[in-house]
């Protein structure tokens, strides 16, 4: 499986029960823009795992089946000590 960093997101706003945002797509390094439902299916498929860094840890990216405020399948990163590696916290593409 081949793996990639992503260096920045483009967000949207989800307005379900109340205003919160969600990745809309992920940039990669090598220049790549790729969509959050090609990015679910690559993680889930097997195809593709994407992870990104902060203040010197990796944090890989996930798929959570469900918002809890919208229901829908989102991206985020695994949990650990820092928020700075976090998908929202990143640049936009």
Request: with cysteine; aromatic share 8%; glycine share 6%.
């Amino acid at each position: 499986m081949a793996s990639y960093r992503v260096d920045r997101t483009d967000k949207e706003y989800v307005y379900a029960g109340s205003a919160h945002r969600h990745i809309a797509a992920i940039c990669l390094e090598d220049g790549r823009k790729v969509a959050k439902a090609t990015a679910i299916y690559n993680i889930q498929s097997g195809r593709e795992a994407y992870w990104t860094t902060g203040d010197g840890l990796r944090a890989n990216v996930e798929v959570i089946a469900r918002c809890a405020k919208c229901t829908s399948a989102y991206l985020r990163t695994d949990r650990d000590t820092t928020t700075k590696d976090n998908l929202l916290s990143l640049p936009d593409c």
